[in-house]
């Protein structure tokens, strides 16, 4: 049986339609909950959010919006195009409509910075906000500032569903996601991806994140060619009660092809706001399929030689370069209290979408082989990297002359966190400890984790 569109409820807003759903799928001696509204972005419906309602309507009632000049609001668009603002006056009036006060708030792409427009200014309404794949600055988006030369002619549509449908889903996706995405996309008006386009570069909510009141949880793909990942962490670290997770090997459209591991980080937040307990840690709630934790922001490493920090992190481990910068003066001098301070840094993404930095300062202090930290000196004790099989990274490592001071082993006490998991540790030519960790092998653990050296 083929799946069927969810029924929606139409409301008149200045004689223009905007069409939602509601779902409700609790029991009926079920408490109060607390509703979510689902907002999606560019070129999509309310239909992307199906598999996220089957997961969350059990415990809580669902409203779910199809955004102007998008599903059945698709034929309201003036021949203008809107300003920002009165997208997030039609959130407010979709809600009054359908009687939703207090709410969760998750919003896709553009979809998402309506969202965190409508919590700065209604902070009494908005109990959480998560965002995915979504701006809050439009001068850091790339690669749509051509869009409205692009679609204005048939053959400039099509090559625009192409780069939406490549950039939402990258090379290696399910084939149907693909077909029904583009066939969103295709019937998309140009008109509307002029006028949004618009929007989103005109945007810039950052006096409003900055006094956002509601938790907000960013959920980032790692490979966004619309809204990288620096994007979510200037916007998580930008909300005073802000989070940042990041979905490994994921392009912008990470709520299609991801969205498991959305709903994943979604309920421990929604959790953690309510006040209930989380049902697991980092390795159990992403168990399935990308189950290593990450290292927040980034972890931020001194190396003597920058090229040389980068003949080991990345020509050895395989971490991917993503940018460099040369910082002298002012900021730099401010935060090492170096004199006349110059620096030089390198950012690296790892696997799993945390992120390495080598940094080079001037002037040095003592290089000498003599002084390398030990283990037990104060300090970083090491960076951990989780991978599939830790043998059969270790015998890579070792065979590219990667020095290990511990074997892989296994931890056998029942009673420790990571029963059933193997660690082996080695060191970068500078004394900083690493440690490769993954499920032994038969001990029933999930894998899919990304490994030190591949991309997927």
């Known amino acids: 049986m083929t ?48 598999p996220w309602i089957a997961a969350v309507a059990a415990d809580r009632p669902v409203l779910a919006i199809d955004l ?62 998560t965002t995915c794949s979504t701006a809050f600055d439009g001068t850091r988006i790339a690669n749509i500032a051509h869009w409205p030369d692009l679609v204005a002619t ?18 290696d996706v399910d084939p149907a996601i693909a077909e029904w995405l583009a066939a969103r996309q295709r ?27 509601a938790p907000l949880l960013v959920i980032s793909p790692e ?17 005073p009660r802000g989070e940042l997770a990041f979905v490994s090997g994921a392009f912008h459209g990470v709520v299609l092809s991801h969205w498991r591991d959305c709903v994943a980080r979604l309920r421990p937040f929604l959790a953690r706001v309510e006040g209930k307990p989380a049902t697991g840690g980092p390795l159990a709630t992403g168990l399935d399929g990308d189950w290593v934790s ?24 395989g971490l991917e370069e993503d940018w460099r910068h040369a910082l002298e003066g002012g900021f730099l001098t401010a935060v090492t209290g170096l004199e006349d301070a110059t620096g030089g840094v390198v950012q690296l993404l790892c696997p799993g979408g945390s992120r390495i930095e080598l940094w080079l300062h001037q002037p040095r202090g003592d290089d000498d082989a003599t002084t390398r930290r030990t283990i037990v000196d104060p300090g970083l004790d090491h960076v951990s990297f989780g991978v599939r099989d830790v043998r059969e990274v270790h015998q890579r490592l070792a065979a590219a002359g990667v020095r290990f001071v511990v074997e892989p082993i296994d931890v056998e006490d029942p009673q420790h966190p990571l029963h059933g998991w193997q660690a082996a540790y080695f060191e970068d030519p500078w004394g900083t400890r690493l440690e490769i960790v993954g499920p032994s092998p038969g001990s029933g653990l999930a894998s899919g984790a990304h490994e030190i050296g591949t991309r997927r």
């Open 3 to 50: 799946a069927q569109p969810l029924d929606r409820q139409t409301i008149d807003v200045d004689g223009d339609e905007l069409a939602f759903a509601t779902v409700d799928l609790r029991p009926p001696w079920a408490p109060d909950a607390t509703p979510i509204v689902f907002l999606h972005g560019l070129g999509l419906s309310l239909d992307v959010w199906r």
């Open 68 to 129: 102007r000049g998008h599903g059945e609001s698709a034929a309201a668009w003036s021949a203008d195009g809107y300003p920002f603002e009165r997208f997030v006056d039609d959130l407010e009036r979709v809600l009054d409509a359908a009687g939703v006060d207090a709410f969760h708030f998750v919003g896709e792409s553009f979809g998402g910075t309506i969202g965190l427009a409508f919590a700065a200014a209604n902070p009494a309404r908005v109990r959480s906000v």
């Open 154 to 171: 048939e053959e400039g549509m099509t090559t625009w569903v192409e780069e939406i449908v490549s950039g939402r889903l990258g090379p």
């Open 187 to 213: 019937n998309i008006d140009p008109r509307v991806v002029t006028g949004i386009a618009i929007c989103l570069m005109g945007v810039d909510l950052s006096d409003a994140v900055g006094k956002l009141q």
């Open 223 to 239: 490979r966004s060619p619309f809204v990288d990942p620096s994007n979510a962490e200037a916007l998580a670290a930008a909300a």
């Open 294 to 317: 990450g290292i927040g922001s980034h972890i931020a490493i001194e190396v003597p030689d920058i090229e040389a920090g980068l003949r080991f992190y990345r020509d050895i481990l």
